[in-house]
């Protein structure tokens, strides 16, 4: 269901981005003052997006990511399937 460690990192408050992968998921957490949560988004050469309008836990980060890999696999309806009823 979730994606394996190894295709995301967690950045814990204090803590730098030391390296990173172009289109890697990345949980940054906020200080606890400021609600907790994590942003989570992905790493692209000079930017990072987020994914979420909102903080997350990771389990919603996971849950998020692991829908975000299931429908980048499922096949759109093709022209070529098309046929009149």
Not at 10 to 17: D, F
Not at 30 to 35: D, L, P, Y
Not at 54 to 72: C, D, N, R, T
């Amino acid at each position: 269901m979730a994606k394996s460690p190894d295709k995301f990192q967690i950045i814990y408050r204090g803590e730098m981005l030391t390296y990173y992968k172009p289109g890697e998921w990345v949980f940054f957490q906020r200080a606890k003052e400021n609600g907790g949560g994590y942003w989570l988004g992905k790493t692209f050469d000079f930017v990072f997006m987020l994914e979420m309008p909102h903080p997350v836990s990771i389990a919603q980060g996971l849950k998020f990511m692991s829908e975000q890999e299931v429908s980048a696999t499922v096949k759109p309806d093709s022209a070529d399937d098309f046929r009149l009823q």
